[in-house]
């Protein structure tokens, strides 16, 4: 290739990260390129390491990669991530399907409509699909009588379960019956896959749902093409997975299932959490995102009950189940003597019982036979003791034997009930086999698995080589010399016999002493000189293969106790003793010659099965669909280069394409070569040319050799079609220059013309705008001059109107606001006299009330004392009363006529409001006989600006005529004012006619002494003085409810004046805001 690769040509280069990229050659130097990728990295390579890339390929890539310009390993990677890109998964190489797994779910590529289009289209007519390659398969049988095989392969995860389903589902609608017929073949083969998952399927590393067997189901159908019976055949179980998980993975679903199943199923199984089973919890793994258990259990029921399995027969296969899980957690430990074992405690117990009653057998047989062996010497026979160690080897060896039994029943019991056809003679058969594997450990499982893929690879490349070969000769082209790449020399190395690995794998198990390290060496001794076989450094046990995927190291620890498939004769008498028919069932008595332990080679047998299906396969014509895992994440849209170029070599298509490549890997139409490079030889467009001719004229001319032209096509050798693009290529550079040369000079020259007029143009019209400019500002300037003189005068004037405003606003308001302080002013101090007034009279009044309340008190307590004093004189009285009767009846008249002035008087004090000064009256009666008699009322009326107080103390003294002098006094005291404590004393008195005047203090022991001489003149007095006391009362009563009139009278002209003085403070304070916004407005300008 490096010989085609010019300056400025697209390339693929490696990368490391993503295995290639593509780039520009910058530079050339000697066998080294200078390359710059589409990310800018700048790079050096050799020029053998670089291919060129076909920049005229469709962008959406193409759906069949033999069309590809250039066949090789870059391209043909880039063309799968494009499609993938658009949710185009699949596309042809050749007739080999590549199926991509897009890991989420793409309905309408599988629904019926989909189904009945390709039903009804020929291969390629429609894109690249599943249904397609089904179709062709379908149709080639039904028309050519030829039977037909289609063989799906792919790494673990790359989904070739779900692309097996697809075929099954869509072979069965070409070939299946109408609805309503009851349980059809079709119907039994699609419900056996779900129960082959259940108990072949486990999760994995890189697969949820891997398959852990091979299998290889044969459709049969009749002479109408309708599906008569099915056989499905199985391959190489991994049987150390029942014993033997590693974490992230998965045991078999079926343990999973049955611990998720309905409470009735798992009390009578005596099963719980998964964690609680040795053979389970040895990974950290137990349920599967997106997955119920307990509804796939209930799925696997149904799907058993489709394919023929009876409810007893179901039973039975999970009882066995359930034995295997309880007879993993049984443990053994030392026993009495040595290299002994027993049961290590009660819980190992109850898993022994519990598996013997699962199975159906006796507990003590069983765990004799787990913890012993009999040995049969030509003597006798000897029963020997197992350690711990090789009774925990017993117990492994009988639960996979048991679960590899188990498995083949199921599989030979859907044969039976599908149902095979004696009489049909078509048939198609599809593989859904394990891929190549290559891990950091590879055992036993992987070299058989490997060993698998180089027998379908060499079956692969010989199916290609005839495609080739048929190509060839339909085109009538010379192909005798096109070399054919095989690996029968890695094949042989696996299986020849004698001398080969399997043979001598076989050999080192038939011998007792026999050790990994033993084996090893009989490897490295066998085959030092042979070129797939490779001896690791710094290993005793190891050996490398050199593969067509590639090399792969194996561990050949275990290889020797996973070859060997023989059943303890122990285990063998037990189960087959079972009560249980079913479980006696998997181990039928052996023949008599076979009754001793016999060595069987899983090798050996899984090569015989092999050998069986390439003689199938090679009785059929085969169809190949490869399926690729994009990401090892499992993540939609994600495509690793790197892990689909891996998968892309190890599944064999890219040795097709280097058997494509040993002859003619490029072919293209007559039109199609002379359209892409007719440019290499125009002259022939002169001239009138056959087309096979002209393709011709061109190779010679660029002398090429070893090309072939066919009928219709032209074929051309390795590397043959990158020459000739790179001769295109350098013609249409040639010529690209040459038109860029006259087009930039032509281009030039119309800009030069161009920007010469555009200059004048512009230096004319921007003349012609600086004048306009000009003559513009000119104008504006002297327009501005006026403006600015009117505009200022009239400001000047508007100024001196606001101002003269303002100066008048705010006099005006200054003068308003002194006048209302004025009017308030008066109108409190006018408000305030009234108040005055009022409280006055009020106090007054009060004080009154207070001082009448006193008297009464006083009067009636003094006349008690009275009256007391006089029961003593009554005898005195009686003696005078008529004497002074007379006398009496004249005082009292005089004494009422005394009140009554005094009340008057007294009235006439009160109504003075404004005066409030004291006021005394004093009253005297004299009687014309020389008798004395004063009458004093003393009032004292006091004001201190806001309480009034009033005292009032009546004395009257009545002296009789005979000459006594008698004296009355009364004395009355009163303090109502608090603040000031002051006390006032009254005294009156009255002196006879005689002209002896004796001043007389009335105390307590004198009013007694002259309680009868007052008696006679008390009685009239004080009548008379209590009616004047309530007329008086009365009379005050009026004049207080007319002070309270006139009270409410002032009140509510307080209200209004206090409103009224809101109201013009409110205007003021609006008034006062207009001056400061006048003033303010004063200021601005």
Known sequence: MGENILVDSHVWVEDPEIAWTHGVVLNIKGDEAEVKTNDGKELVAKLSKLYPKDDEAPS????????LSYLHEPAVLDNLATRYGLNEIYTYTGNILIAVNPFQGLPHLYDAEVMEKYKEASFKELGPHVFAIGGIAYREMINEDRNKCILVSGESGSGKTETTKMLMRYLAYFGGHTAGEGRTVENQVLESNPVLEAFG????????????????????????????????????????????????????????????????????????????????????????????????????????????????????????????????????????????????????????????????????????????????????????????????????????????????????????????????????????????????????????INYTNEKLQQHFNQHVFKMEQGEYEKEEIDWSYVEFV????????????????????????????????????????????????????????????????????????????????????????????????????????????????????????????????????????????????????????????????????????????????????????????????????????????????????????????????????????????????????????????MIQGQVRTRLTRERYVLLRRASVNIQANWRANLARKISRYMKREEAAIKIQKNLRRQIAIKDYGNTKSSAVTLQSGLRTMVARH??????????????????????????????????????????????????????????????????????????????????????????????????????????????EKSFVMHSEHSDDGEIRHERETKHTTIQADDGIEKSFVMHSEHSSDEEKGHERHTEHTIQADDGIENPFVLDSENLYNNFSDVSHITNPFRDTEIESLTAEVEMLKALLQVEKQRADISERKCDEARELGERRRKRLEETEKRVYQLQDSLNRY
């Open 201 to 448: 399927n486990a999760k994995t590393v890189k697969n949820n749902n891997s398959s852990r067997f091979g299998k290889f189901v044969e459709i049969q159908f009749d002479d109408v093409g309708r599906i008569s019976g099915a056989a499905i055949r199985t391959y190489l179980l991994e049987r150390s997975r029942v014993c033997q998980v590693s974490d992230p993975e998965r045991n078999y679903h079926c343990f999973y299932l049955l611990c998720a199943a309905p409470p009735e199923d798992a009390e009578r199984f005596k099963l719980g959490d998964p964690k609680s089973f040795r053979y389970l919890n040895q990974s950290s793994c137990y349920e599967l995102d997106g997955v119920n258990d307990a509804e796939e259990y209930l799925a696997t029921r149904r799907a058993m009950d489709v394919v023929g399995i009876s409810e007893t027969e179901q039973d039975a296969i999970f009882r066995i189940v359930a034995a295997i899980l309880h007879l993993g957690n049984i443990e053994f430990c030392k026993g009495e003597d040595a290299d002994s074992s027993s049961l290590k405690d009660e819980q190992s117990m109850f898993h022994l019982q519990m598996t013997s009653e699962l199975l159906m057998c006796d507990p003590n047989s069983l765990e004799d036979a787990l913890c012993k062996r009999m040995m049969v010497t030509p003597e006798e026979v000897i029963k020997r003791s197992l350690d711990p160690l090789g009774a925990a080897v017993s117990r492994d060896g009988l639960a996979k034997t048991i679960y590899s039994r188990l498995f083949d029943w199921l599989v030979n019991k859907i044969n039976i009930s599908i149902g095979q056809d004696s009489h049909s003679r078509r048939l198609i058969g599809v593989l859904d086999i394990y891929g190549f594997e290559s891990f950091k450990t590879n055992s036993f499982e992987q070299f058989c």
């Open 486 to 737: 095989d690996n029968k020399d890695v094949v042989d190395l696996i299986e020849k016999k004698p001398g080969g690995i399997i043979a001598l794998l076989d050999e080192a198990c038939m011998l007792p002493k026999s050790t990994p390290e033993t084996f090893s060496e009989k490897l490295y001794q066998t085959f030092k000189n042979h070129k797939r076989f490779i001896k690791p450094k710094l290993t005793r046990s190891d050996f490398t293969l050199v593969h067509y995927a590639g090399e792969v190291q194996y561990q050949s620890d275990q290889f020797l106790d996973k070859n060997k498939d023989y059943v303890v004769a122990e285990h063998q008498d037990l189960l087959n003793a079972s009560k249980c028919s079913f479980v006696s069932g998997l181990f039928p008595p052996l023949p008599k010659a076979s009754s001793k332990s016999k060595f069987s080679s899983i090798g050996a047998r899984f090569k015989l099965q092999l050998q069986q299906l390439m003689e199938t396969l090679n009785l059929t014509e085969p169809h190949y669909i490869r399926c690729v895992k994009p990401n090892n994440l499992l993540q939609p849209t994600v495509f690793d280069n790197a892990n689909v170029l891996h998968q892309l070599r190890s599944g064999g298509v890219l040795e097709a394409i280097r058997v494509k490549c040993a002859g003619y890997p490029t072919n293209r139409t007559f039109i199609e070569f002379l359209k892409r490079f007719i440019i290499l030889a125009p002259e022939i467009l002169k001239g009138e040319y056959e087309a096979d001719d002209a393709c011709k004229w061109i190779l010679d001319k660029k002398g090429l050799t070893g090309f072939q032209i066919g009928k219709s096509k032209v074929f051309l050798r390795a590397g043959q079609m990158a020459e000739l693009d790179a001769h295109r290529t350098k013609v249409l550079g040639e010529a690209a220059k």
């Open 822 to 931: 004025e009017f308030h002013y008066k109108l409190k101090s006018k408000a305030a006299t009234v108040i005055q007034s009022y409280w006055r009279g009020y106090s007054a009044i009060t004080d009154y009330k207070k001082l009448k309340r006193a008297s009464l008190v006083y009067q009636s307590k003094l006349r008690g004392r009275i009256a007391r004093k006089q029961l003593g004189q009554s005898n005195q009285a009686d003696k005078k009363k008529e004497t002074e009767h007379e006398r009496e009846v004249e005082l009292s008249n005089r004494a009422e006529e005394a009140v009554d002035k005094s009340f008057v008087k007294h009235s006439d004090e009160s109504g003075d409001e404004d005066m409030g000064h004291d006021r005394e009256t004093t009253h005297s009666i004299q009687e014309d006989d020389g008798t």
């Open 60 to 67: 959406e890539g193409v759906e069949d990669m033999t069309r």
